[in-house]
């Protein structure tokens, strides 16, 4: 069974960083694209960024290039969000996400408020 177990949420003020991590279990985590998304409220959840399995490559979404980083240790089973000069407009649940060969599988989210 795919679980997920995310951390590093919270309350900052905007200009600020948190860095998000997803430890991983119940399956083959090094031979997975691993995603975060994120809902804002009264929004639909969209796709933040995407990093492969084999060469680490990243991929964006544009309203985050240059201020997120995503990144992974596959001895950990871990994929990381590190997010930095965060807008108000940042604020959202984030959710790791995988899609393996059970299907789509979602964490339960960690909460991010940017406000001053």
């Known amino acids: 069974q795919v679980q997920f177990v995310e951390s590093g949420g919270g309350l900052v003020q905007p200009g600020g960083s948190l860095r998000l991590s997803c430890e991983s279990s119940?399956?083959?985590?090094?031979?997975?694209?691993m995603s975060w998304y994120r809902q804002a409220p009264g929004k639909e959840r969209e796709l933040v960024a995407t990093?492969?399995?084999?060469?680490?490559?990243?991929n964006y979404a544009d309203s985050v290039k240059g201020r997120f980083t995503i990144s992974r240790d596959n001895a950990k089973n871990t994929v990381y969000l590190q997010m930095n000069s965060l807008k108000v407009e940042d604020t959202a649940v984030y959710y790791c996400?995988?899609?393996?060969?059970?299907?789509?599988?979602w964490g339960k989210g960690t909460l991010v408020t940017v406000s001053s």
């Open positions: 119940g399956f083959i985590f090094s031979i997975y694209d």
């Open positions: 990093i492969t399995s084999v060469g680490g490559r990243t």
């Open positions: 996400h995988v899609n393996s060969r059970w299907g789509n599988s």
